[in-house]
């Protein structure tokens, strides 16, 4: 990320607290951990794959879990860079399209396992896994399927548990994204596992079963981040960074504006732009002549300092609270 004189790091030309300052080395080092694991231990459930769905179906996760945490190295990468003529906003859109690009490959990926794991089932096909010599003894493979298994689907776990504490701090829906794929890599871990050992025990539907509840999770996590991606892009009313409600900022920024002795009514409308927040504040003075340069430059100022993602703000001082521009207002300025 990109350093101000004082070393502290910036989203565009937003200088990050201290805090988030932390938290974002601390989550590029962790991203950094999960391609490094990933690509350790994607490696070793191709050599053990054998003739099982399941475990196809968990090595092509895995191949898609290096999806989010990339696309976080490369957004903050570009987010960093000051806005321009041509970009006047800043490149922090970069975060959501990111977010939309691991969507994609993960509904398009799912609904493929899907369709692959279905005809398999419907098929009746009956994979084998066979031997392996090792150290002079012969072991059945699927002992080194599950025991891969187990390995794959513990470390996620923390990984995501690490993950999910810092984007709540930076407002990162793509790290929440990555977080929550980690939290329930387990799940796929034990699904695989159990379809391996099914196989082994004569069951031959387990392992397709095991793959189509794999392909179940892959298109549910791909359709949720897909709907979050959209909705930030075609900017959405701002919420928090796991989309379980409107962000509390905008409601303080319109408390703060109307306790004024200036402000008879006041409306926000806030623009998620992937870290930071765009806003244009309504607001109707209690006199005809609008107030002076230097008390809008104050109360914008004191609703900046509110929060450290609210990156550029505008007040508009209108006759009337702008329905046109603030949907589903009341004649008191709150909302239906």
Request: charge should be negative; proline fraction near 4%.
């Amino acid at each position: 990320m990109g350093k101000s004189a004082g070393g502290t790091a910036r989203f565009g030309h937003t200088e990050l607290p201290e805090e988030q300052s932390d938290a974002l080395h601390r989550a590029v080092k962790l991203e950094w951990m999960t391609i490094i694991y990933l690509a350790i231990t994607t490696f070793l459930v191709f050599l053990v794959l054998g003739n099982s769905q399941a475990m196809k179906a968990a090595w092509i996760e895995d191949l898609l879990s290096f999806l989010p945490p990339v696309a976080f190295l490369v957004a903050a990468k570009v987010i960093r860079r000051r806005p321009t003529e041509r970009h006047p906003y800043g490149f922090h859109r970069a975060v959501g399209i990111a977010h939309l690009v691991a969507a994609v490959a993960l509904v398009v990926m799912g609904v493929y396992l899907i369709v692959d794991s279905g005809l398999g089932l419907i098929l009746a096909e009956h994979p084998t896994i066979g031997g392996i010599k090792l150290f002079g003894e012969v072991f059945w493979l699927g002992w080194l399927m599950i025991g891969v298994m187990a390995m794959t689907g513990i470390v996620p776990v923390f990984l995501g548990l690490a993950k999910m504490k810092l984007a709540k701090q930076l407002h990162d829906k793509v790290l929440y994204a990555d977080a929550d794929m980690n939290k329930a890599d387990w799940m796929t871990a034990l699904a695989a596992a159990v379809g391996v050992f099914g196989i082994g025990l004569g069951w031959w539907w387990a392992d397709s079963v095991a793959a189509l509840l794999i392909s179940v999770s892959i298109l549910r996590d791909g359709i949720k981040n897909l709907r979050g991606a959209v909705a930030g892009l075609i900017d959405t009313r701002a919420m928090t960074y796991d989309d379980s409600g409107p962000h509390p900022v905008g409601d303080r920024i319109d408390a703060y504006l109307l306790g004024l002795d200036w402000v008879v009514e006041a409306k926000s409308r806030i623009r998620d732009e992937g870290h930071v927040f765009h806003v244009e504040s309504f607001v109707v003075t209690t006199k005809e002549k609008p107030p002076a340069t230097h008390i809008l430059k104050e109360a914008r100022e004191s609703c900046t300092g509110m929060d450290w993602k609210i990156q550029d703000m505008v007040i508009i001082p209108v006759d009337e609270l702008p329905e046109e521009f603030l949907p589903g207002l009341t004649t008191s300025g709150g909302e239906r």
